[in-house]
């Protein structure tokens, strides 16, 4: 018998559609209309069946596991906990108290995607606005080193191109490689890599009406950057959307900075806004959860009792090429397959836990694998959208695993009362 | 079971003032001595010799929230200092004007504060807001959910069509699970969006048949017709800006005896302006407030150092970020407000953060009636709240006042009217303007007081050299009827309540919001309210 469900959010990638129409046959989705390729895919392969937890290798009951995943928590001395992008923000937030609790080193997938983004924030800040503004006002709309119709289809046609005033505004994409998205702009610049700084730097300077001498800059005629700077100056309302195209190339975050100044330049005249184009579904509400709770967005060190902001010291990978961390617990990532390679050796050297609905590389190494229910899909949660909006996620299929949550919950429980006797509560 | 015994106890609302007294407190109310069965069997404070007042109340502070958090991330150097460790019963974490949800909670309570208002929360952001004020431990708190911009509304107002403005502004709060509702630079924030810089009250709303002025007073009367508890909770046009005492004199004269409440005067009682520079125009402002008895105000008391202004009126953080230069974030909302932060330098060196030090103390000293009169720092624009004890001291000690005044540049001091005001806060007049009247102003009738009844939220402090000590550490803090705070310190923790309304609204309003929703926002209507999930422990205040 199949079933359907509607305003089904897909919590694939950071736009978050709300829109979705769910089919279900009994525990496995057979439809999710109105889902991208990528939504679809991860709603049909999502199998729910409960699985035993591991405990090296051998199948064994959870509590168990969960145990076992304590002890080594608490006996590591300098404990990483790594991921985050993938989970709600209910599991986040247990994971912030395990890392205070622990004294461990906290990072998000952010360090690997738009940590240079968070950093170009925080020495210029960053004029933005709700994915709504966009789509009703914007007239000008730039996608800037980011491929969104692979990494995220509906983004043109929910928010930054909708088809009903698609006309009525002009879609400029700057990056190094034709792709998807240059086939469908009205204007695709090809710049050369690592000229982005560069580039960013003399549309300042264009912006402010000063002359340059340059005849091209990053492969590109003059003439074609003072026709964007125009566009830029004349627009109603624009938009840059930031991709890992700019954040991890050349330049890092003093593009993202010389990017934000540039647009909050572009203020003095007309209305414009940055974003970057947050990839994975909650990478947005990690951010938001790590910073209220601790202060600071990603790499943090509770080490010290309180904690201790550092990017490039406490990143993941930092931290793993240089042998910092003796235990790890990751959550809802899988940094093998991701990291790079100087910091998944060490990876494989230390003892891991994993808590992940599916199985993946980091699942494969780990001492201790706790399978987990999927938001989204057979657990309720929220989710932040890329702009910062909060969607609270239903479930399609009823549970039978038990949450990052409530498995955080519970190895929060036992690492208290290993360490440190009852908190008293009122 | 709990008694706090001899102390000398601070009770407005019940007309104690300084009398030795004992308090009773029995599954979180207070209870009549004559009421407590077994009084051995009881915990016993002794509070001899010590002062005894209702818990604080914070009427306008911006403690959790998007705008809250980006200030956070946007300024890691505000919280390198200022950070606590967990030690078992607290979590660890801090900063200096945007401390962290915890830290908030823990600084609030050892103070004395138990209730705390967050003062802008945006519809559509509303599950942030309240993820985080879960996150912040202890207090009671609710939140004023942001209409002042709010299209739809403006649609319905354009449309000359009252009852619908009202049942929508009602839905918006339930869906929002808001407190109260709060008007910021009302039109002003969508004239920005479509490019106009300035607003003022009679100026039209760009694309819009509305201008501020009906804004505000449509608002006022749905406030009254839906029977709030609190509010409309007024944010003037032309906040921050030189000559603007002018607006909010004419906008109190418009609002023509309905009741609301003026958020952070002190931003709104300015002279000056064109060519003329800033002066004190608190004289002329606290004269119209004091006139008319159905506003109340908070202060916005600017204190010096370093602090992040944050607030909804998106125009005025970037007219903050053009004159200083200062990094700049801001936020529009959909359909709905702006939100912009900037990190600010109060230096008490600098004429204009001198000026509204001195605005501030004179609106403090010349409005006449405590009850609608309340301490805030507009947190943390004009500064964190945990400078409250500091300007406690300034209101009750005219010698301490004069010297900070004397401290200050020439030019501040020629420019208002501070110098000449002789005035000193009693006691029992600093528990009106920080628990008493803000209670009785947000309608919390079990707050502020400590009436057979009321809920225990009780602070007790020890006598000091002088009252900025007082203030800053309670003695005792009992929230809820539990011991939380002893001796300054956090000594357990338990969640505290999410304030909310619930006016009721009629349900014909929905096929034409849904259709708002389909047509305008990039949320499903479906998926647009806040669920009970963010509400965990609700406590629905009854709308009259
Ligand atoms: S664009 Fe992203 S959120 Fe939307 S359906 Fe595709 S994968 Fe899901
Ligand atoms: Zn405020």
Redesign the pocket.
């Given at each position: 018998m199949t079933r359907t469900v509607e305003h089904v959010v897909c919590p694939t990638c950071g736009c978050l559609c709300d829109d979705l129409v769910v089919e279900v046959d009994g525990t496995r989705v057979t439809q999710a209309r109105r889902a991208c390729p990528n939504g679809r895919t991860f709603f049909k392969s999502y199998d729910p069946t409960p699985r035993l937890p591991r405990v090296h290798g051998r199948e064994v009951e959870w509590n168990e596991a969960i145990a076992e995943a304590a002890r080594m928590l608490t006996q590591a001395r300098s404990p990483l906990i790594y991921g985050l992008s993938s989970t709600a923000t209910e599991a986040q937030r247990c994971a912030v108290e395990l890392a205070d609790r622990l004294g461990a080193i906290l990072d998000t997938t952010s360090s690997l995607c738009h940590g240079p983004a968070v950093l170009a924030m925080q020495s210029v800040g960053l004029p933005g606005c709700t994915l709504g503004e966009i789509r009703s006002n914007a007239d000008l709309v730039i996608f800037w080193g980011c491929n969104p119709a692979v990494s995220h289809p509906r983004h043109f046609a929910r928010y930054s191109l909708p088809p009903a005033n698609r006309r009525s505004r002009v879609a400029v994409v700057v990056d190094v490689r034709p792709t998807a998205t240059s086939d469908i702009a009205d204007l695709f610049l090809q710049v050369e890599p690592g000229s982005d700084l560069e580039i960013l730097t003399a549309l300042r300077a264009l912006v402010h009406a000063r002359p340059l001498s340059a005849r091209a800059i990053g492969g590109v005629p003059l003439a074609n950057w003072e026709d964007l700077a125009g566009r830029m100056k004349s627009c109603r309302m624009g938009v840059v959307f930031a991709g890992v195209g700019l954040t991890m190339s050349q330049g890092r975050d003093l593009n993202l900075g010389e990017l934000f100044s540039l647009v909050a330049e572009l203020n003095d005249c007309t209305r414009f806004a940055a974003m970057p184009m947050r990839g994975h579904g909650n990478v947005a509400g990690a951010d938001q959860v790590l910073t209220w709770q601790s202060g600071y967005p990603f790499a943090v060190n509770y080490g010290r009792g309180f904690p201790r902001y550092g990017p490039g010291e406490f990143s993941a990978v930092d931290v793993l090429a240089h042998g910092e961390a003796d235990a790890a617990l990751i959550i809802a990532s899988d940094p093998l397959a991701h990291l790079p390679s100087s910091s998944a050796v060490h990876l494989r050297e230390i003892p891991v836990v994993a808590i992940d609905p599916r199985e993946s590389l980091t699942t494969r190494i780990a001492q201790v694998v706790l399978p987990t229910a999927c938001y989204g899909l057979d657990a309720a949660g929220t989710y932040y959208r890329m702009d910062g909006v909060p969607i609270r996620l239903r479930p399609v299929i009823s549970s039978a695993r038990p949450t990052d949550e409530q498995a955080l919950q519970q190895l929060l429980d036992s690492v208290v009362r290993v360490s440190a006797g009852a908190v008293p509560t009122c | 079971m709990l008694g706090i015994l001899n102390g000398r106890v601070y009770d407005p609302a019940n007309g104690v003032d300084g009398q030795v007294q004992d308090i009773w407190v029995q599954d979180g109310r207070i209870v009549a001595a004559d009421q407590v069965p077994n009084r051995e069997a009881a915990e016993i404070f002794d509070a001899a010799g010590l002062v005894v007042m209702p818990g604080g109340v914070d009427i306008?502070?911006?403690i959790a929230g998007s705008k809250v958090n980006a200030g956070r991330r946007m300024c890691p150097e505000d919280h390198r200092a200022d950070t606590g460790a967990q030690n078992g019963v607290t979590r660890s974490g801090g900063g200096h004007s945007v401390p962290t949800t915890f830290a908030t909670g823990y600084h609030y309570l050892e103070m004395g504060y138990t209730t705390v208002m967050e003062?802008?929360m945006p519809p559509l952001l509303a599950r942030h807001t309240h993820e985080e004020m879960n996150d912040v431990p202890l207090l009671d708190k609710g939140a004023y959910t942001l209409m002042g911009n709010n299209r739809f509304l403006l649609g319905c107002l354009g449309h000359r069509q009252k009852a619908k403005a009202r049942d929508f502004a009602a839905w918006l709060l339930e869906a929002s699970r808001g407190y109260a509702i709060k008007i910021v630079n009302p039109g002003g924030v969508e004239n920005w969006k479509a490019g106009k810089r300035e607003t003022d009250l009679d100026d039209p709303v760009l694309g819009w048949d509305a201008t501020p002025r009906e804004i505000i007073l449509a608002l006022a009367d749905i406030s009254t017709e839906l029977g709030l508890p609190h509010g409309p909770h007024l944010?003037v046009n032309r906040l921050g800006q030189a000559g603007n005492a002018s607006t909010t004199i004419r906008t109190i004269e418009a609002l023509d005896g309905r009741r609301t409440h003026l958020?952070?005067l002190q931003f709104a009682s300015y002279g000056g302006g064109g060519r003329h520079p800033l002066r004190s125009a608190a004289a002329e402002v606290a004269a119209a407030v004091n006139a008319n008895h159905n506003v109340t105000a908070d202060i916005?008391q600017v204190v010096f150092g370093p602090t992040t202004t944050?607030?909804a009126d998106g125009p005025l953080e970037h007219t903050l970020h053009q004159l200083s230069g200062s990094k700049w974030l801001n936020n529009d909302v959909e359909e709905e407000t702006g939100g912009g932060v900037v990190p600010m330098n109060h230096a008490r060196r600098n004429t204009v953060s001198a000026l509204q030090w001195c605005i501030g103390m004179e609106l403090f000293l010349s409005l006449e009636d405590p009850w609608r009169t309340f301490l805030t720092t507009?947190?943390p624009?004009g500064g964190p709240f945990t400078a409250y004890p500091e300007i406690i001291h300034c209101l009750m000690d005219r010698e301490f006042r004069s010297q900070m005044l004397s401290s200050l540049p020439d030019k501040a001091q020629s420019r208002c009217g501070l110098a000449g005001l002789q005035r000193e806060y009693s006691l029992q007049e600093i528990v009106i303007i920080t628990r008493a009247g803000t209670a009785r102003a947000l309608g919390l009738a079990n707050k502020g007081h400590l009436g057979v009844g009321a809920d225990a939220d009780i602070a007790v402090y020890a006598p000091q050299l002088n009252w900025s000590m007082m203030f800053r550490r309670a003695r005792l803090v009992v929230k809820g009827g539990r011991v939380v705070v002893r001796d300054g310190q956090v000594v357990a923790v338990c969640p505290g309540h999410t304030l909310c309304v619930t006016p009721g609204w009629d349900e014909g309003i929905l096929p034409s919001l849904r259709e708002h929703f389909e047509q305008h926002y990039t949320v499903g209507f479906d998926n647009y309210a806040v669920q009970d999930d963010y509400v965990p422990y609700c406590e629905v205040i009854r709308c009259k």
């Open positions: - | 306008h502070s911006h003062a802008a944010h958020a952070h916005g944050m607030t507009d947190h624009n």
